[in-house]
């Protein structure tokens, strides 16, 4: 993916998150925002971890 896959999963993100503030989906919005960033580094963490046991 590099970095191109990285900007157009980002560019997404931010569409949606600006769609749904333009709709007045406020509290979507922020649970989309905290959940996404939440979800991420868990996934990050869960993986360096597993590539400490299985390294």
């Known amino acids: 993916a590099g970095f191109?896959?990285?900007f157009?999963?980002?560019s997404a993100?931010?569409?949606d998150t600006l769609l749904l503030l333009q709709q007045g989906n406020y509290n979507?919005?922020?649970a989309y925002i905290?959940?996404?960033v939440t979800l991420c580094l868990g996934g990050t963490v869960s993986g360096?971890?597993?590539?400490?046991i299985f390294a």
């Open 4 to 6: 191109l896959g990285a």
């Open 8 to 10: 157009t999963t980002f």
């Open 13 to 15: 993100f931010s569409l």
């Open 28 to 30: 979507t919005a922020l």
């Open 34 to 36: 905290l959940g996404s």
């Open 48 to 52: 360096m971890q597993l590539a400490k």
